[in-house]
């Protein structure tokens, strides 16, 4: 088992930016990659960021490119998501996974079902 805690949500106005942090626990030692995905009212979760655990390469939505980073913390089994410029349409909440599935292509670290392991969600609010 692997336990996620994510922190760092919040309400911020456009253009502001915000960090949030995702802090993994338990068994993860078997991680092949972490992402981040976030939900808005009426909407399926979708794919926002993810990194090759043992690799360190990102993968981003088209949507956030240029905007958003994920750096890592591997000492520390810590992953954040830096979001900069951020736009009303990013208001939603949050979710940080894990994976311990093998990723045999890229798009595989895109899909929900990939990951194994969920936090229990941050909102962020984008004020317009």
């Known amino acids: 088992q692997v336990q996620l805690v994510e922190s760092g949500g919040g309400l911020v106005q456009t253009g502001g930016s915000l960090r949030l942090s995702c802090a993994a626990s338990?068994?993860?030692?078997?991680?092949?990659?972490m992402g981040w995905f976030r939900q808005a009212p009426g909407k399926e979760r979708e794919f926002v960021a993810a990194?090759?655990?043992?690799?360190?390469?990102?993968y981003y939505a088209d949507s956030v490119k240029g905007r958003f980073t994920m750096p890592r913390d591997s000492a520390k089994n810590t992953v954040y998501l830096q979001m900069n410029s951020l736009k009303p349409e990013d208001t939603a909440v949050y979710y940080c996974?894990?994976?311990?599935?093998?990723?045999?292509?890229?798009?595989?670290?895109?899909?929900?079902?990939?990951?194994?392991?969920w936090g229990q969600g941050t909102q962020v609010t984008v004020s317009s």
């Open positions: 338990g068994r993860t030692f078997s991680t092949t990659a």
């Open positions: 990194i090759n655990w043992s690799a360190g390469t990102p």
């Open positions: 996974a894990a994976s311990q599935k093998p990723k045999y292509s890229s798009s595989r670290y895109y899909l929900v079902n990939e990951y194994d392991y």
